[in-house]
């Protein structure tokens, strides 16, 4: 009765360690193909409400077009604004990461700033992810009512 006992135990840590190592894998996998250039290809939001993402101090709209460059392995990236029209020409570099298979975070890493001593970020939400898609969703507080934007990236190239 006791080895019956100590194998059905045994059985289920297995079980248990064997899904928690296959999630890992597969959250590793899904955040390996962000790897790659993207562009902004539209901002879905209430157009009632004038958003400035990302303490940019530019209309949302500067977004649209704007290239990102993600690295995976090691968290970093950049994203560009193009310059046209009223808004800047603009290259930021980040760090990122997932979490959570779902949350998207990346901070502003400023010119002389190391990534380590900034603690501001950001948070979206990671959905509709494909191997040439995705979309990053987030919430902002506007005047107390909550306002939903969703970027909407495509592959642009690998990097």
């Avoid at 899904?19 to 157009?47: C, P």
């Avoid at 009223?86 to 298979?101: A, D, L, R, W, Y």
């Amino acid at each position: 009765m006791k080895n019956l006992l100590l194998a059905g135990i045994f059985g289920a840590a297995f079980t248990v360690s064997c899904s928690t190592a296959k999630t890992a894998q597969t959250n590793r996998a899904e955040f390996l193909k962000l790897k790659g250039t993207w562009e902004i290809t539209s901002v879905d939001y209430d157009h009632n409400f004038k958003i400035k993402p990302f303490d940019e101090g530019v209309d949302i709209q500067c977004f649209v077009g704007s290239q990102w460059h993600l690295i995976p392995n090691n968290w970093t990236g950049s994203y560009t604004l193009s310059g046209t029209g009223s808004c800047p020409n603009t290259v930021m570099p980040i760090k990122f990461e997932v979490v959570n298979g779902n949350q998207f975070q990346f901070k502003k890493i400023l010119e002389g700033s190391k990534a380590k001593s900034v603690i501001q970020g950001y948070t979206l939400e990671l959905t509709n992810q494909s191997t040439d898609q995705f979309t990053l969703v987030d919430n902002i507080n506007s005047g107390g009512q909550n306002v939903r934007v969703q970027y909407n990236f495509a592959r642009t190239g690998i990097k």
